[in-house]
């Protein structure tokens, strides 16, 4: 059954991603269980002021820890919609 991951993300990487710059991520994988389908809901977090209150949504297309440190993956996504604020997505 595909899961909803909440990631924390900072600008720097936000950005190129709200842009479709950035297609893929490589996040530890040791309580997650990241998979492909899964809908992951990245929240721009900045260190400084905590979250911004932007939002993108993803499907994860592909997941692989090939060459990967220990409980590490990295997964491609394909964005579902555009940018949102906070409250639109909760």
Same mark, same amino acid.
Request: charged share 25%; with cysteine; hydrophobic share 40%.
């Given at each position: 059954? &595909?899961?909803?991951?909440? %990631? @924390?993300?900072? &600008?720097?990487?936000?950005? &190129? %991603?709200? $842009?479709?710059? @950035? @297609?893929?991520?490589? $996040?530890d994988n040791s309580d997650r269980g990241f998979q492909r389908g899964d809908t992951v809901v990245f929240i721009e977090f900045d260190k400084q002021t905590g979250e911004t209150g932007r939002r993108q949504q993803a499907s994860i297309t592909y997941v692989s820890n090939y060459n990967q440190p220990t409980n590490q993956v990295v997964f491609s996504f394909s964005l579902i919609s555009d940018v949102q604020d906070a409250q639109e997505v909760e």
């Open positions: 059954m &595909p899961m909803i991951h909440h %990631l @924390k993300i900072y &600008p720097c990487y936000f950005i &190129p %991603l709200i $842009r479709g710059e @950035k @297609k893929f991520e490589i $996040r």
